[in-house]
């Protein structure tokens, strides 16, 4: 099927769903993709984590393509006792230590349990061994996509010559799996992009607020505290006034949240309070699917650029 009668300008583009929601938005936006053309288009490569088994909410007919369940990687509990026994083998995990001494380690045997920094530690340890392997596949995937002929219904869709590549990434803010490995994973698909591409990735963000989510109103306080802390350590990190922040990952030599450099270039907050009330979550799923299909596969995407980059220098007129 043709979206347009004219040329529509795209970029490798890799999408990742963390945790729950995140997953549900990659399953809805792979639905809709075929439902437009048929198939997923090759210049565009799907990557779902999460700490545990495929949840429901998604399409009727969801497969399991490009999903990674971390926790069948990684005992977690484990960790977490080994931490508390023998802190100096695992000086990449030395932000865990005030943590750890106060959690059992069984606790952490059934997931992340909305802690984020569970969600961090899994990243820290399976950084090289499960998740830099499956990006860099994709990422690899995108190159070559990128230096084909678009044949039948992919002709209508021309690859940005050199450009940098884009990632979107779905996930909440306020769960132990998403916003866990939410702030690593940006940077880190930052530096993976630049083994496959000339330059690094931009990298977007569309995260869902507590209000999303319909729970016992005596959890409601506990997630708008992850959600707070989450947001409050992305804004400091967008702020060029900081100094850099070395990081440390299991195997891997240390790296640098560079003061210049962002998690996201563009982040958008879904908060879940509409004409419905709150606790929409899935509709908002679909509704962020959409979204993102319409800024990777329609003639809207160059509006929305053009709108975003304007108003992105418009802001940092704003700094002195």
């Given at each position: 099927m043709r979206i347009s009668d004219n040329h529509i300008m795209v970029r490798p583009t890799l999408i990742v769903g963390l945790g729950g929601t995140g997953t549900l938005v990659c399953q809805w936006l792979e639905e809709f993709m075929r439902n437009v053309?048929?198939?997923?288009?090759?210049?565009?490569?799907?990557?779902?984590?999460?700490?545990?088994a495929l949840e429901e909410g998604g399409p009727p007919n969801a497969g399991r393509a490009d999903f990674i369940n971390l926790f069948q990687h990684l005992d977690?509990?484990?960790v977490v006792r080994d931490c508390a026994r023998y802190p100096d083998f695992h000086?990449?995990?030395?932000?865990?230590?005030?943590?750890?001494?106060?959690l059992d380690a069984v606790f952490a045997d059934y997931g992340c349990q909305?802690?984020?920094?569970?969600?961090?530690?899994?990243?820290?340890?399976?950084?090289?061994?499960?998740?830099?392997?499956?990006?860099?596949?994709?990422?690899?995937?995108?190159?070559?996509?990128s230096q084909i002929d678009m044949k039948g219904d992919m002709e209508q869709f021309e690859i940005i010559p050199g450009g940098a590549p884009a990632v979107h990434i779905a996930a909440s803010v306020c769960g132990g799996t998403g916003a866990g490995l939410l702030i690593d994973m940006a940077y880190n698909l930052?530096?993976?992009s630049r083994e496959a591409f000339p330059r690094s990735a931009e990298v977007v963000g569309h995260l869902m607020l507590p209000e999303a989510f319909m729970i016992d109103p005596m959890l409601r306080p506990k997630?708008?505290?992850v959600a707070a802390a989450t947001l409050e350590q992305i804004e400091f990190l967008s702020d060029p006034?900081?100094?850099?922040?070395?990081?440390?990952?299991?195997?891997?030599?240390?790296?640098?949240?560079?003061?210049?450099?962002?998690?996201?270039n563009f982040l958008y907050l879904v908060n879940g309070q509409g004409d419905l009330g709150v606790g929409n979550r899935k509709h908002l799923v679909?509704?962020?699917a959409q979204v993102i299909q319409s800024m990777t596969l329609e003639p809207a995407s160059k509006l929305v650029a053009s709108e975003s980059n304007n108003k992105l220098a418009d802001a940092l007129g704003l700094y002195d």
């Open positions: 053309l048929g198939v997923v288009p090759p210049f565009i490569r799907f990557l779902k984590l999460d700490t545990d977690i509990g484990a000086p990449h995990l030395d932000w865990f230590k005030p943590l750890g001494d106060k909305g802690l984020p920094r569970l969600g961090r530690l899994v990243f820290a340890e399976l950084r090289e061994s499960v998740i830099h392997q499956a990006v860099s596949t994709r990422f690899s995937e995108l190159r070559a996509a930052r530096w993976w997630l708008r505290a006034r900081r100094d850099d922040i070395p990081v440390r990952y299991q195997g891997g030599a240390e790296q640098c949240f560079d003061r210049l450099t962002a998690p996201f679909k509704m962020v």
